[in-house]
């Protein structure tokens, strides 16, 4: 059984930096796509960023620059670290994943395993 365990979450003034972690454990495939995403109130889950197993990333243009995902080598665990933080990344950050495909990278209904989400809270 996948799971999955986000931690980093928190409160920062705008401006500020985060680094979010996610714990992958159960997960036998040896291709696959790792992503985040985030759900603000109101909002629909939005697809932020991705890592393959091979470490290739991509990132939508509203964080890239600001944000860098990267892979713990040898382990199951990414980092997902935050900078220039706004009130507009204010939401609950996931991470997911899934056997990997070039196809829908930001389509969270093409994931299979979730994690419970963490709260990050971006002052102004």
């Known amino acids: 059984q996948v799971q999955l365990a986000e931690s980093g979450g928190g409160a920062v003034q705008s401006g500020g930096s985060l680094r979010l972690s996610c714990a992958a454990s159960?997960?036998?495939?040896?291709?696959?796509?790792m992503g985040w995403f985030r759900e603000a109130p109101g909002n629909e889950r939005e697809g932020l960023t991705t890592?393959?197993?091979?470490?290739?990333?991509y990132y939508i243009d509203a964080v890239k620059g600001r944000f860098t995902l990267a892979r713990e080598p040898g382990k199951n665990t990414v980092y997902l670290q935050m900078n220039t933080l706004s009130p507009d990344d204010t939401a609950v950050y996931y991470c997911?994943?899934?056997?990997?495909?070039?196809?829908?990278?930001?389509?969270?209904?093409?994931?299979?395993?979730w994690g419970k989400g963490t709260q990050v809270t971006v002052s102004s």
């Open positions: 997911a994943v899934r056997p990997w495909s070039a196809l829908w990278r930001l389509d969270p209904e093409k994931y299979t395993s």
């Open positions: 159960g997960f036998t495939e040896e291709n696959y796509c």
């Open positions: 890592i393959d197993s091979d470490g290739t990333t």
